[in-house]
């Protein structure tokens, strides 16, 4: 059977004190709203619904950009948890299969529990994901009796005896959607906070004689972002995941609690990541490759056999072919660098193709901004590129060509030339010796 998803993110986030809405505050460096968008995926949704209130305009764009086919519908007033459900029942109502509606703000649920949560549906009209939590604060609880949910109880509406219950609710629930869609109208808001309480719908599918469930996962995945405090620990814990995950698909980290990992981030079997480096989002990292200490990485490929860093900052749509090596202090920017290419150190490499096995000597710049455009430097094969060549962009440098140390190259060079710009030398014989003589004299009179 298909299924959609309805993602919750019409909230404020009041005690995030903030002028960005919840959902759109970053984790791993992504949107929470892209981490909910990813654990749904795995479900493989036939149509994904983002509801949107506060900030709308940006929450938008954000669900655009991590699946244009989402639909988006707004939810004016926050009403409640089953009011915000209701704004999806224009899109969805037609569509066959199920639905599983997801917090905008809890980043860390696992695809396998949103599998189990589907899988529970045989057996049950709605499930319910729960959790025992070790300080049940202010979760809904859970009524059951053995296997079978009686009903959600909210903490503000609960007695002394409910709220002494630890099993909570995490906010997730699948149910078919047509049942879904007619339970929530039915919910009214007769309730100690007037809202429209989504967690009601299991009392009235029960009095409808059909049967609700629980399926269980750890706490630590239903963990939702109310604070800037929950956003750190959510921080935490993503990276702690995604440490043991590359750990455990091959890849050698030698100080694991000092890399970060992006929500998107790709690292082959057998790659090596050196302590303190920290990933953006859009970076592949592939087989083999080694990423030294301290690198900065976002949005860049780096092949098989290269080798980057240390200290080394890639940013995006730098893309690094087979066994290429960027050393200390180099900084690539939307440069392809083809294979075998080396820039050991000191170099910034912006809006350039520099082709196989060219060398680039220490102090290199390609000088790609003039202050109102950007322009774009092409260096050929086997080239070799002298230290402190300043490349003007726009620029090339031919095949098997070279340029010597500290020239300025505004021209282009062609294939196989040397290519010197610099101002000539010439050797004052004793004038070295003279002038130190003379400054020695100025400073005594001095004192
Ligand atoms: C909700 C549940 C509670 C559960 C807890 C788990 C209800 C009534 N209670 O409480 O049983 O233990 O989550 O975290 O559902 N939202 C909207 N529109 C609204 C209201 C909320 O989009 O009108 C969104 C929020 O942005 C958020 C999510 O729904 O992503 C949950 O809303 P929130 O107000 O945080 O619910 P809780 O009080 O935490
Ligand atoms: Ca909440």
Known sequence: MSVSLVILAAGQGTRMNSDLPKVLHTLAASPLLHHAMQAGRALDPQQTVVVAGHGAEAVTKAALAYDEDAVVVLQHEQLGTAHAVAQAAAVLSDMAGDIVILYGDTPLIRPETLEALREARARHAVVVLGFHAA??????????????????????????????????????????????????????????????????????????????????????????????????????????????????????????????????????????????VIFGPGVTVESGAEIRAFCHLEGCHISRGATVGPFSRLRPGAELAEDVHVGNFVEIKNAILDEGVKVGHLTYIGDANVGEFTNIGAGTVTCNYDGVMKHRTTIGKNAFIGSDTMLVAPVSVGDNAMTASGSVITQDVPAEALALARAHQTNKPGLAARLRARLVQIKASRT
Not at 234 to 244: G, I, L
């Open 135 to 276: 300080d049940p604060g202010r979760y809904g609880r859970l009524i059951t009796d053995g296997d079978e949910l009686h009903r959600i109880v909210e903490f503000k509406d609960a007695t002394p005896e409910e709220r002494a219950i630890t099993l909570c609710n995490s906010g997730l629930i699948c149910a078919e959607g047509k049942l879904l869609f007619d339970l929530v109208a039915q919910v009214g808001n007769d309730n100690a906070a007037g809202e429209y309480y989504l967690p009601d719908i299991i009392g009235l599918a029960r009095g409808r004689g059909l049967s609700a469930g629980v399926v269980l996962c750890d706490e630590a995945e239903t963990m939702g972002v109310n604070t800037r405090a929950e956003l750190a620990r959510a921080e935490s814990a993503f990276q702690a995941r995604a440490r043991a995950e590359a750990l455990e698909n091959g890849v050698t980290l030698t100080a694991p609690e000092t890399v970060f990992f992006a929500l998107d981030t790709v690292v082959g079997r057998d790659a090596l990541i050196g302590p303190n």
